[in-house]
Each structure stands twice: as structure tokens, then as C-alpha cells.
């Protein structure tokens, strides 16, 4: 079998973790911690990070640093992963669901405009698949408006939009290191403050509420509770996993990238064809190869697919269930039908794309889904 995905270990993992457990800390901001803040920092450029246990921590502590309130409204994307609206509704937030362009899966600008009320607090965009919202407009819908962007930035490490770092652009990014993303950590997240004024309430915020990271730094002569927060950050063997994949970002990146792009030409004659859709990067977007997917004509034709790729061994998969269609939220919402979401819900199919995935394999994927569509 193909499977879908297969979390890597790079090299220096199992070393990193050994020294962390030598060194007598393992808890949180350790060693490792620092190295791994360090190099988002330095060589990243973001202005703060910290690490967390995973993204949804890390959109959780957005949610709370912006005060979100009973009553608010959040406008996020339908098609999206639960943590990215979920971490709102912890806090009462009422979220509005937005629809995705027609052909790609993020949030359309256009709908956000239409959904903005007095009550509206926030806008929360998901770079799906690592390629960029198109985040001028978004900045400029919040900044007419005085609203936080908070980037859900999950599946966006190491991709642009116009030359800025997705993740850095809003007011807060949200990155995880679970093993299905291109870095892992098997649970890990990190959120990005790009606005100074908010650091050292993140910082209390996720020491649960005390400032005991200030104390560390000598700043106060004792810590207490000072806030509300919580247990945010990860163990340092966490970290000291995530730093050695940091460490190989370059190496896991170039290979993903090859797959992609071997996916994207050999199956370039069924989009010609127009038999399937493949991904679409906008010209201000970059492609950091997190997800190849295809879309397929309809919701029959997609697990017709996904069967007869698997009796030939291979794992392909479809991804969200629009959140405003989910057992939770359907009896909830209200508002219009958002049929591009609906669309991506049911034609959207992922294949295989894991760093140790041979270009043989891509090849025999590619022939497998051009013998489904050609040969029917
Ligand atoms: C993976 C993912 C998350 C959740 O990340 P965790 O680290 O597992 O909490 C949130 N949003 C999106 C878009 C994701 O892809």
C-alpha cells in the first residue's frame, strides 16, 4: 500500500531528544524551545514566536488575546479544519462562515465584505494547502473596518504572498507541526505575534496566566497569577524534535516541491482534457508543496476514484465537511448557501505526498488516475 502520508525522521531527531533528557529539563522552554524560537526569529523573521502544543493552542491564544466576547462575530471559511473557528467558540464567538472562490479553496474577499455586521470582531483566513489567501485585501477589509486577522497558517510554513512570510502578515499567525503538515513534531504548533503590543500578554497567557516567563528573564522578582491563560507550551523533547526538522527545512522542502511539480505535469493532460482540476497558485502566491490535490467533476465520480485507487494500493483522500454542513453547527446556521465549499467538500481528493515518496510511485499514481479517466 501507498499510504497517504508518512511522518519523517530526518537525521538528528532521536540525538536532539536524548540531549534534551540529558540536560535534566524536559518541560517547557528548554533548551530546545529556545533554538526553535531562535530560528523562527532570526532566520524567519518573525517578529515574536512561541512554540505551543499544537495550532489549535495557538489559534486559542488568539481568540483570547484579541478578547473575544459572547456576542462577537468571527468571519472564517466553511471549508476549513474545526480548530480554526473552534477556538473562537470557546470563547462565545459567533462564527460566520464565509465561501471559498470558485477556483481555489480559500476564502473569497468578495464574501467577506457582504458578512461584515458591527458585531464582526475578527477575520480568520486559512492559506489551504499552503498557498495565500490574498491577504492585501484582507488587511485592507480589516483595517477599514478595525478588525484582527488571525492567520491559520497550519499548512503554510515556508510559502509566501508577495515576498512576506504567510504567518506574518495578519496580526496573528498560527503554524502546526502535526505529522501531517511538510515539518513535524507529531503535536506541536507555534503563533506569531506581528504586533509588539500583544508579546508579553501571549507570553502570560500561555505560562497559564502567570508571568512567569518575565520572571525567568530577571524582569520580576516573583511570578504570580496575573491573567487568564492556559498550559500552552510543549515539552522540550517537543521541541528538540521540531528543531532538527528545522534544521532539514531546506532538504524536506526541495523534495516535496520535486513531487509536486511531477504530479502536476504528468497529469496536466487530464486538466487539458478537462476531466479533473488541479491546484491553482495565484500569481502572488508561492506553492510550498504541503497537499497535492485534484478535483473531481462530482461526489460519484470522487469515490469512484478513491475506491479503485485503493484496491490498487493507494491511499488517496477527501478532506474537509463544510463546518456550517457539521453535526455541531447545521442546526446553527443561518445563512446563505456557500456552494464553493459544498463543491471542495465533495470533488476535492488529496494524493499521496510524504517526503519519501518515490517519483516510481508519483508515476504510478499518475497512471492509475489517467487509466481511471481514460480507459473509464
Ligand atoms: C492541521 C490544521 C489545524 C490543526 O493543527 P493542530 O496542530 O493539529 O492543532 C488547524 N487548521 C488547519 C487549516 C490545519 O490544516
Redesign the pocket.
Known amino acids: 500500500m501507498i499510504p497517504f502520508n508518512k511522518p519523517l525522521l530526518v537525521n538528528n531527531e532521536i540525538r536532539y531528544i536524548t540531549d534534551s533528557v540529558a540536560s535534566g529539563k524536559i518541560s517547557g522552554d528548554g533548551k530546545y524551545t529556545k533554538l526553535c524560537h531562535k530560528f523562527f526569529e532570526k532566520e524567519q523573521g518573525f517578529k515574536k514566536a512561541l512554540l505551543t502544543t ?4 495557538a ?1 486559542e491564544m488568539a481568540a483570547i488575546l484579541i478578547d473575544i466576547k459572547p456576542g462577537d462575530e468571527v468571519i472564517a471559511p466553511s471549508y ?2 474545526v ?2 473557528v473552534n477556538a473562537f467558540v470557546l470563547r462565545g464567538a459567533k462564527i460566520v462562515f464565509a465561501d471559498s472562490y470558485s477556483d481555489n479553496p480559500n476564502i473569497d474577499p468578495d464574501h467577506i465584505e457582504k458578512l461584515i455586521t458591527s458585531k464582526t470582531k475578527a477575520i480568520v483566513v ?1 492559506h489551504y494547502a499552503g498557498v495565500a489567501c490574498d491577504m492585501d485585501r484582507i488587511m485592507n477589509i480589516a483595517s477599514e473596518n478595525s478588525l484582527f486577522v488571525v492567520e ?1 497558517a ?2 503554510a510554513i515556508d510559502s509566501y504572498y508577495k515576498g512576506k512570510r504567510l504567518g506574518s502578515i495578519g496580526d496573528f499567525g498560527a503554524f ?3 505529522e ?2 511538510n515539518i513535524i513534531a507529531g ?3 507555534l503563533l506569531t505575534i506581528n504586533k509588539e503590543q500583544y508579546t508579553s500578554r501571549a507570553e502570560i497567557i500561555r505560562e497559564k496566566g502567570t508571568n512567569r516567563t518575565s520572571f525567568f528573564r530577571g524582569e520580576v522578582d516573583k511570578y504570580g497569577w496575573v491573567d487568564i491563560g492556559s498550559s500552552f507550551l510543549p515539552s522540550d523533547m517537543i521541541a528538540a524534535y521540531l528543531f532538527a526538522q528545522l534544521e532539514s527545512i531546506d532538504l524536506i522542502q526541495t523534495r516535496r516541491k520535486e513531487l509536486w511539480l511531477r504530479y502536476y505535469e504528468k497529469l496536466s493532460n487530464l486538466e487539458l482534457s478537462e476531466k479533473i482540476h488541479l491546484p491553482v497558485i495565484p500569481d502572488y502566491a508561492t506553492n510550498n508543496a504541503h497537499m497535492f490535490y485534484i478535483v473531481c467533476s462530482n461526489l460519484d465520480e470522487r469515490s469512484r476514484l478513491i475506491a479503485f485507487l485503493k484496491d490498487n494500493k493507494v491511499s488517496a483522500v477527501f478532506h474537509y465537511i463544510s463546518l456550517h454542513k457539521s453535526p455541531y453547527f447545521e442546526g446553527k446556521y443561518s445563512g446563505e448557501q456557500l456552494l464553493n465549499c459544498d463543491k471542495y467538500s465533495d470533488q476535492l481528493v488529496r494524493l499521496p505526498l510524504y517526503y519519501e515518496l518515490k517519483f516510481e510511485e508519483v508515476d504510478f499514481i499518475v497512471s492509475l488516475i489517467n487509466k481511471f479517466y481514460i480507459e473509464g
Open positions: 499544537s495550532c489549535t493552542d489559534l476549513t479544519f480548530s480554526t486559512v491559520d497550519a499548512q502546526s507541526f502535526h501531517t503538515k503535536e506541536g504548533g
